[in-house]
């Protein structure tokens, strides 16, 4: 038998060099009324960015903290946001301060880790960094450096009411009025109250409280200068007259009021690390009493149990806090100064 050699060729046919490139856009004129002379080749792959002034929703790890303005510098050939020292202050940042010279940082220059994203379509800053750079943060809480005294307003409220009876041809009358007026200015609110009663042809006018008050935001308390009451927390109310400081449950965020909270039966709290250094977490309130099960679980698959029987604790890093009403929150205890 003999054989013959036999040669075969393979074409692969490819398409045109064209069409593995990527295309480039280009925006028709045409379809846009008077831009004959406009350049829209920035627009091509999305809406660039540029240096100037910007007011826009500030952005932490998915959490809106309010408007904030801030300026867009060139850096380097790059554009980045110029952090002043109120959009620092927003940040709430855990353990950095502001330099004393400086006027605008980076933000590579507080923490190589901290990312950002500019939004133009939602005129948002949105800004990513590790959980640990951040202070910690209770449901309801607002920056302190936000608050205001407000602006002046006066306020009267009243409370009024009469009746007249008829008895066996006796008439008898008692007309009554509460007022309640405040003044408010300069951070400082003037309070009076007052009441006036007439009966039977006998009138009376009562001075009931007269004081002045102001807010201590950095301590969550009110000052009190006047006529005033003790809140009762611990002892029967007294009345008194002269200087009261004190914490006002009001000013404090509803996650750190009443007891410090564990989470009910079949209930769970979660919160992941997303790969960044973790600090302390803090659980929601809860007024309902029951066992406490804490189950902590790693990445290295570690756990820690614990398990208690006081409705009243709280768990942070590890260790759980035993208080009474009004303490139930570390650092968050109630003063007073009569």
Not at 194 to 208: F, K, P, R
Not at 259 to 264: M, N
Request: some cysteine; hydrophobic content about 35%.
């Amino acid at each position: 038998m003999k054989f013959r050699e036999i040669k075969v060729g393979l074409m692969l046919l490819l398409p045109w060099q064209e069409a593995w490139a990527a295309e480039a856009f280009s925006f028709n004129r045409a379809h846009l009324h008077g831009a004959a002379q406009v350049d829209l080749q920035k627009y091509q792959y999305g809406n660039p960015l540029h240096a100037g002034q910007y007011r826009s929703t500030l952005s932490v790890n998915g959490r809106d903290l309010g408007e904030e303005t801030f300026v867009i510098q060139e850096h380097d050939g790059q554009l980045e946001p110029c952090i002043s020292p109120s959009l620092f202050d927003a940040l709430q940042l855990k353990d950095a301060q502001w330099p004393t010279a400086a006027t605008c940082l980076r933000f590579s220059q507080i923490d190589k880790a901290i990312g950002w994203e500019y939004d133009s379509g939602e005129n948002v800053l949105r800004v990513n960094m590790p959980q640990a750079l951040l202070q910690p943060h209770y449901r309801g809480a607002v920056n302190l450096k936000k608050v205001d005294s407000g602006v002046p307003a006066a306020v009267l409220r009243y409370q009024a009411n009469s009746y007249q009876s008829i008895v066996d041809g006796d008439t008898s009358s008692h007309h009554y009025l509460g007022l309640d007026a405040s003044l408010r200015a300069f951070g400082w609110r003037l309070h009076h109250q007052s009441s006036y009663q007439a009966q039977e042809g006998n009138t009376h006018w009562d001075s009931i409280a007269t004081w002045a008050e102001r807010s201590v935001v950095n301590w969550a308390s009110t000052l009190r200068l006047g006529q005033g009451w003790t809140d009762g927390t611990f002892f029967d109310s007294v009345s008194f007259i002269g200087g009261r400081l004190a914490t006002d449950v009001r000013m404090l965020p509803g996650s750190r009021r009443g007891f410090c909270a564990v989470g009910q039966r079949r209930g769970a709290h979660q919160r992941p690390r997303n790969g960044h250094p973790e600090r302390r977490s803090v659980v929601r309130g809860n007024g309902s009493a029951g066992q406490i099960h804490l189950r902590r679980s790693l990445s290295h698959q570690r756990r820690r149990r614990f398990t208690g029987d006081d409705p009243r604790g709280g768990w942070q890093s590890g260790h759980l806090y035993r208080a009474v009403r009004h303490a139930a929150w570390p650092g968050a205890g109630r003063r007073g100064l009569l």
